[in-house]
């Protein structure tokens, strides 16, 4: 996979500015479902105003009842707490997965920053075991740049 044309046509989709952010994540979430292989479910959550928890924003993939997760919950709610990107090679060998698919197998959440503050994430699924490495990882790092970008930018 080539991540720096992959990156660059999310850039593209993110920057239509005659789009609405949350039509922008959407197209972001499809094409990264699309264009990755073991990259089966692709969402974004976000915290929940001030309450405690993550609610999930924009997705490509099967639906899923989480939409929303409390902080030190799963994976994501795990993530929210601690600021730090998170790969879990097996999902099975974790105690603290809430399961959303019975096919998934491993699964990346990076927390997405504004302004230093975690306000949201990037979660993967997929169907395959040990699916990600640092490349996905470093990727998924300027996915969630380029989306806080956005974000400050229509915030201004």
């Given amino acids: 996979m080539d991540f720096k044309l992959l990156e660059q046509e ?20 499809q094409l990264l479902q699309e264009k990755v292989a073991h990259y089966d479910w692709v969402g ?33 709610g795990q993530v929210a707490e601690s600021n730090q990107n998170f790969v879990v090679p097996d999902v099975q060998a974790q105690d603290n997965y809430i399961s959303c698919n019975i096919n998934v197998k491993s ?14 994430q990037i979660d993967i699924d997929s169907n395959t075991a040990n699916a990600f490495n640092e490349a996905d990882e470093r990727f998924l790092e300027k996915i969630n740049a380029a989306v806080a970008d956005i974000l400050m930018r229509n915030k201004a």
Avoid: W
């Fill in 10 to 29: 999310a850039l593209s989709i993110l920057n239509k500015e005659e789009l609405i952010i949350d039509q922008r994540m959407e197209l972001v979430c």
């Fill in 44 to 76: 974004f959550y976000f915290k929940n105003g001030e309450k405690p928890e993550l609610k999930l924003s924009a997705y490509a993939g099967e639906p899923t009842e989480h939409t929303i997760i409390p902080f030190g919950k799963g994976i994501c």
């Fill in 107 to 120: 699964e990346v959440v990076i927390p997405l920053f504004v302004n230093g503050e975690n306000i949201g």
